[in-house]
């Protein structure tokens, strides 16, 4: 028995609570997963493990083990990372969770720009707006937008992601551009169904004002209510990630330019419980540097 593997996929269980989730995602049949932790457990001559039909948990030995297998593995781990660090050769898998269209708009590039730079890294993305559970889906960490984590989270700021009310030409000479955020109310508006679907948000004297919207289009993409807006179907509130481009063609306006919306900030959220690979690290690192602290694609676009 390779007792570091069993280690590994002792930690690995017990995090994702699951079997079946681990051997899917070292890619192995649920078998093999179970045979290691029993041969650990005999290696050990302790229950680790208490399983039943409806979930798994530690036993008493289980958890005092699992901390001393976390820092063994760290310690591991960190060793590595500073030999990679003085060899500048990274290797192994490198696993994200990240928005689908600013991954393709914009993380897609600097994944080649880094992979380039760093040829024995894999790098496994997971495209995808819904909020995954890192543990359970083995990923090292997840990029999410948002104004604010849960004090307990591990994270990185990354950059300020902006967002930005828009509609194209057509849109605003036949049914005329609002002037102020509550005149919304009289338009055909563009909705993000995975925030809110009835209103937008404004900063207004200082202090947030909601306008309730509503309008013939509702989806989870942002790419395709873009599009919807360029064909003169609405109005639209999204990320300038998105609009920016369309922006600069003269595809979309930007309206109400005096009354701003929130500015969020996006992550890097890793797995609270694990140690975060040298890789990983500098992967992270490598984003925050190339997004920078004010996003190149806000550049020019006289939002200020």
């Given at each position: 028995m390779d007792r570091l593997a069993a280690m590994q996929t002792f930690v690995r269980v017990a995090e994702a609570g699951s079997f079946t989730a681990v051997a899917d995602q070292m890619n192995v049949a649920r078998s093999a997963v179970t045979r290691q932790i029993a041969a650990l457990e005999a290696h050990l001559g302790v229950k680790l493990i208490a399983r039943s039909t409806r979930r798994l948990s530690?036993?008493?030995?289980?958890?005092?083990?699992?901390?001393?297998?976390?820092?063994i593995l760290d310690r591991i781990d960190e060793a590595e990372g500073n030999l990679a660090g003085e060899?500048?050769?990274l290797r192994g898998t490198i696993r994200a969770s990240v928005p689908m269209t600013f991954g393709l708009l914009h993380l897609t590039p600097l994944i080649l720009e880094?992979?380039?730079?760093h040829p024995d890294i894999r790098i496994d993305l997971d495209f995808n707006d819904r909020r995954v559970n890192l543990i359970e889906e083995g990923m090292d960490f997840a990029l999410r937008i948002t104004d604010r984590l849960p004090e307990t989270t591990v994270a990185r700021r990354l950059t300020a992601c902006r967002s930005v009310v828009v509609a194209s030409p057509d849109y605003l000479r036949r049914h005329g551009e609002p002037k102020h955020p509550?005149?919304?109310?009289?338009?055909?508006?563009l909705a993000y169904s995975l925030t809110s679907r009835s209103s937008w948000p404004f900063i207004i004297d200082g202090a947030p004002h909601w306008v309730e919207?509503?309008?013939?289009?509702?989806?989870?993409?942002?790419?395709?209510?873009?599009?919807?807006?360029?064909?003169?179907?609405?109005i639209l509130h999204e990320p300038t990630f998105i609009a920016a481009e369309a922006i600069r063609e003269g595809k979309l306006v930007a309206i109400l330019k005096a009354f701003p919306t929130p500015v969020l900030d996006m992550f890097a959220v890793f797995p609270g419980t694990r140690f975060v690979p040298q890789r990983v690290r500098v992967f992270v690192d490598f984003l925050a540097e190339r997004l920078g602290p004010e996003p190149y694609w806000d550049r020019g676009l006289g939002l200020e």
């Open positions: 530690l036993t008493s030995a289980g958890a005092a083990y699992i901390e001393q297998c976390r820092d060899r500048q050769t880094f992979s380039q730079a509550d005149e919304l109310t009289r338009h055909a508006c919207i509503s309008g013939p289009i509702t989806a989870n993409n942002g790419n395709a209510l873009q599009e919807a807006a360029i064909q003169g179907m609405g």
